[in-house]
Structure formats: structure tokens, C-alpha cells
């Protein structure tokens, strides 16, 4: 079984700063790409950012500048800081990961967290 666990969202002030934390456990062989997707309420769920194994990343015009994504191959854990919040950055955060393959040989498609919830409000 291959878990994605979020951690670090919380409240923060508008023009303050977060880092989320993203885990995969489970028998893990390889991840290639890992992202992060967000949903405001009454909204759909969308991409953020993503970043490949090999470190190339990809981010929405809405955080460009303003969010960074990095990755620990070694610990399987993908990390988003994110710098000059805004209210409209309020949502809960999903952490994603499209091919996991475990060391058994079987793979996991669209894995996803459980979510953590980041609110930017004074």
C-alpha cells in the first residue's frame, strides 16, 4: 500500500509564508513526477505545481514568483514553500503523484493525500 501524507497547512496572515510537506511511504521503488493541486471552496480542484524526478517544474501564473516546489528523492517527500500569501490562496492543498511503482514490481496510478488546509485571513 502506497500512503501520500500532507503535513504543515495552517492559518497564516496575508504576506506570510508556509512550507507543506508531502511523504509517500509504503514499499516505494520510484516516483517519477510529484505535484501539488489545491481546491477553494466551491471551486475545482487545480494544479499549483508539479516537479519531475529529475527536478523540472511546472507552476500556475497565479503562484509563479511567489511559490517554490523542491523534492528528496531519497526520502520521498516532496515540500511546497509558499511566500507572499494571499487570501484567494486560501484551500486546501493535495499532494499528488501520477506512476508509483513499488519494489514488488506494482504500480499505483493518481495517488493522492488526504489534503491539508492552508487559510490566509487576518
Known amino acids: 500500500q502506497v500512503q501520500l501524507v500532507e503535513s504543515g497547512g495552517g492559518l497564516v496572515q496575508p504576506g506570510g509564508s508556509l512550507r507543506l510537506s508531502c511523504a509517500a511511504s509504503?514499499?516505494?521503488?520510484?516516483?517519477?513526477?510529484m505535484g501539488w493541486y489545491r481546491q477553494a471552496p466551491g471551486k475545482q480542484r487545480e494544479m499549483v505545481t508539479t516537479?519531475?524526478?529529475?527536478?523540472?517544474?511546472k507552476y500556475a501564473d497565479s503562484v509563479k514568483g511567489r511559490f517554490t516546489i523542491s523534492r528528496d528523492n531519497a526520502k520521498n517527500t516532496v515540500y511546497l514553500r509558499m511566500n507572499s500569501l494571499k487570501p484567494e490562496d486560501t484551500a486546501v492543498y493535495y499532494c499528488n503523484a501520477p506512476v508509483v511503482v513499488t519494489t514488488t514490481g506494482r504500480t499505483y496510478r493518481e495517488v493522492w493525500g488526504q489534503g491539508t488546509l492552508v487559510t490566509v485571513s487576518s
Open positions: 516537479i519531475t524526478s529529475g527536478g523540472s517544474t
Open positions: 509504503g514499499s516505494i521503488f520510484s516516483i517519477n513526477a
